[in-house]
Structures are given as C-alpha cells and as structure tokens.
C-alpha cells in the first residue's frame, strides 16, 4: 500500500522535496530519499513502508529504555525498515539500512496495531527498532487511534526530525527515548547525519511535556572521554532539567564497527559517576550487569526506590510519584 507522504512539497519537473526531516532530499521521479523508504511517484511523495511492520514484539518498558515512565508495564513494540541516520555500529542494521521489500513484513493497519495492543494488555504503544521519524505517517495513525483508546505513545528515536512534524507528533506522543549520541563529529563521522536539529527536537518533546530520558552509547575512543561525558550533562542541565534521566550504555560490536572492542564496564560505570557528581539526579548504566546503575534512588534521602534486572522492575517502592521514606517527588509518569 502506498500512503502519500505528509510533510513535502512539489518542485518544478516533478521534482519533490521532502520536509520530514533536517535531510530535505530533493527527490526525482521514481527515486527514494535518504531513508531508502520514501519515493517519487510521478511527482508525489509516497511513504513506502506505511502499515508494513518487519517486527512487532512485546517489549517491557524498561528495555527502552524508559525508566521512569510506567514501571514494569508492556510495550508493543513496532518498526518498519529504515533510517534517515547510517551510524556504522547500528544493532540493528538489518532492517534499519534496508529497502522495501528486502525484508519479510506483514500487512498490519493501524487499527489492527491498536487491536493488538488491546488484546495482549499492553498500555504502551513503542516506535522503536529502527527509525520511527522515516515511517512517521503510520506511527502517526495508530498513536492517534492509540489515544483515544488511552494506550500511550512512545518513541525510540534519533530525533533527526524537523520541528512542524515533530510537534504535530507530541500532540500524541508520552514519551521518548532519545539517542544522544555524542558530540558534533561523531553525528558527522559516525551516524553521518548533525547534531544541531537533534538538540532543537530534543527541546521541543522536553517542552511538550513529552516525558524523556536520554541514552549516550559510549564507544571507545569516540565519545568516551571525560571532556565528551561532562558537555553532554552541562547541555542537560543547561537546555532541559537536571530531573532528565540519562542512560550510559555500552557498545558492543556490530555492522561496520566489528573491529572494535565492547565498551568496558568501568567506563560506563565512570561516566555516571562523572554525570550524578556533576548534578544529574538518575543516571543510569545499561548493556553491563550494574546492580547500582540500574536501580532508581530518591535524589534526597538516597535509598534504593526501583530495582530492576534484566529489564524488568523487580521492586518498586515509589507511592504517587513520591519517595515513601522522605516524600520527595520522584520525576516521571508512574502511573
Ligand atoms: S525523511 Fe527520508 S526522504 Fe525525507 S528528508 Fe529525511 S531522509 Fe530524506
Ligand atoms: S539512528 Fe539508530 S536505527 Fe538509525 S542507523 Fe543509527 S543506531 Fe541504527
Ligand atoms: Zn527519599
């Protein structure tokens, strides 16, 4: 099924130039934008990938991960292929560099998605995977279908996506996961994309009141050094809120980056150090076995509040978003 694109304009000669996001492929006839999934029909953009999920799964929220954004519930998770980004160590590759048609998919409507959702208990609804900006009319017809069946929305995103569509989104989105991936030279080199549009959607979902966490992947020699890990927190805490979780992660090696080694744990574990001692009050480690940095603590008294393994939340002692030893709120959607 072919769905005609929602943020584009027609140029001269059939030319048409797509306004989804900071890329603006100027596209001809016949041909696809950077996203491998939008095409030039005979002078009409077309979203290639509309009701074509390649994978939908039943995640916990925790493997977002949204930490802070309804504890323990499930997620159905969903992506089409495709990505306006190209990062050379992308776990999932497979599907997110990959045309239409390249890889098996199913037909599912919107309303199917919803039906989905309904019928295994999922409260949340996840664009994930690859990069839901680049299948964004469908994941736009099934969050609005989503509310009105008080299912919530949620990204994972690179948050490579231009404001008017963005904010056109927020509208129905609760929350997102938002890949911060490290300083100008790393969108350059590695992900070939920049960071400037990201830092601008970053701020919109954050004044939205979209809920946010952040997730930095630190890869050695790239984004690991001291230097990388204290401008990321100060743009934090100058741009948002020292209340924004942020998640270091490790890398492991994949696609174009095989020749590198994992990330080691001390690092990751050092870099939240740095981050909680520069002010942040939830940081996190994740891809490490971390008891500590996998646990939520109240920012005042200090004691352990959510406890969680392997992506679930085993323990969960928040009461109506407070902590119940000192009654400090506790930021997130808890419920
Ligand atoms: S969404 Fe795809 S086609 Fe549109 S500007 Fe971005 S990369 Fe190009
Ligand atoms: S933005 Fe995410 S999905 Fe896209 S290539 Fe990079 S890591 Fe993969
Ligand atoms: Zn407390």
Redesign the pocket.
Same mark, same amino acid.
């Given at each position: 099924m072919l769905k005609e694109a929602l943020f584009y304009e027609k140029l001269k000669n059939k030319l048409v130039k797509?306004?989804?996001?900071?890329?603006?492929?100027v596209?001809k006839p016949n041909g696809?934008?950077?996203?491998n =999934?939008?095409k030039n029909v005979d002078g009409k953009l077309y979203s290639m990938v509309y009701a074509k999920p390649v994978s939908i799964a039943f995640d916990p929220v925790e493997k977002k991960p949204l930490f802070h954004f309804l504890p323990g519930e499930r997620a159905l998770s969903i992506a089409t292929v495709g990505c306006?980004f190209h990062c050379v160590y992308c776990q999932n590759w497979e599907i997110s560099q990959a045309k239409p048609n390249e890889v098996p998919f199913s037909l599912v409507y919107p309303e199917e998605i919803v039906k989905k959702a309904k019928i295994h208990e999922c409260k949340i609804i996840s664009y994930t995977y690859t990069e839901p900006? =680049?299948f964004y009319e469908y994941m736009l017809d099934i969050a609005k279908l989503a509310k009105k069946e008080k299912i919530k929305n949620t990204t994972v995103t690179n948050a490579f996506i231009n404001k008017e569509p963005l904010k056109r989104l927020c509208k129905f989105l609760d929350a997102s996961n938002i890949d911060f991936k490290g300083p100008e030279k790393h969108y350059q080199e590695l992900c070939g994309g920049w960071r400037k549009p990201v830092e601008e959607a970053i701020k919109i979902m954050y004044e939205n009141k979209v809920w946010i966490e952040l997730t930095y992947l630190i890869i050695p020699g790239h984004n690991d050094k001291e230097k990388d890990i204290r401008e990321t927190v100060k743009w934090i805490k100058e741009n948002l809120s020292v209340e924004v979780p942020l998640h270091f992660t490790a890398f492991y090696p994949a696609y174009k980056m095989l020749d590198k080694e994992a990330t080691k744990p001390e690092t990751v574990i050092k870099a939240r150090k740095i981050a909680i001692k520069l002010g942040l009050k939830y940081v996190y480690t994740g891809n490490i076995i971390d008891e500590e940095g996998s646990t939520t603590y109240c920012p005042e008294c200090k004691k352990p509040l959510v406890k969680r393994t392997a992506f679930y939340s085993v323990e969960n002692k928040i009461v109506d978003g407070k902590c119940p030893y000192c009654n400090t709120k506790i930021a997130g959607v808890w419920k």
């Amino acid at each position: 099924m072919l769905k005609e694109a929602l943020f584009y304009e027609k140029l001269k000669n059939k030319l048409v130039k797509c306004k989804l996001c900071p890329r603006g492929c100027v596209i001809k006839p016949n041909g696809y934008g950077n996203c491998n =999934v939008r095409k030039n029909v005979d002078g009409k953009l077309y979203s290639m990938v509309y009701a074509k999920p390649v994978s939908i799964a039943f995640d916990p929220v925790e493997k977002k991960p949204l930490f802070h954004f309804l504890p323990g519930e499930r997620a159905l998770s969903i992506a089409t292929v495709g990505c306006n980004f190209h990062c050379v160590y992308c776990q999932n590759w497979e599907i997110s560099q990959a045309k239409p048609n390249e890889v098996p998919f199913s037909l599912v409507y919107p309303e199917e998605i919803v039906k989905k959702a309904k019928i295994h208990e999922c409260k949340i609804i996840s664009y994930t995977y690859t990069e839901p900006t =680049v299948f964004y009319e469908y994941m736009l017809d099934i969050a609005k279908l989503a509310k009105k069946e008080k299912i919530k929305n949620t990204t994972v995103t690179n948050a490579f996506i231009n404001k008017e569509p963005l904010k056109r989104l927020c509208k129905f989105l609760d929350a997102s996961n938002i890949d911060f991936k490290g300083p100008e030279k790393h969108y350059q080199e590695l992900c070939g994309g920049w960071r400037k549009p990201v830092e601008e959607a970053i701020k919109i979902m954050y004044e939205n009141k979209v809920w946010i966490e952040l997730t930095y992947l630190i890869i050695p020699g790239h984004n690991d050094k001291e230097k990388d890990i204290r401008e990321t927190v100060k743009w934090i805490k100058e741009n948002l809120s020292v209340e924004v979780p942020l998640h270091f992660t490790a890398f492991y090696p994949a696609y174009k980056m095989l020749d590198k080694e994992a990330t080691k744990p001390e690092t990751v574990i050092k870099a939240r150090k740095i981050a909680i001692k520069l002010g942040l009050k939830y940081v996190y480690t994740g891809n490490i076995i971390d008891e500590e940095g996998s646990t939520t603590y109240c920012p005042e008294c200090k004691k352990p509040l959510v406890k969680r393994t392997a992506f679930y939340s085993v323990e969960n002692k928040i009461v109506d978003g407070k902590c119940p030893y000192c009654n400090t709120k506790i930021a997130g959607v808890w419920k």
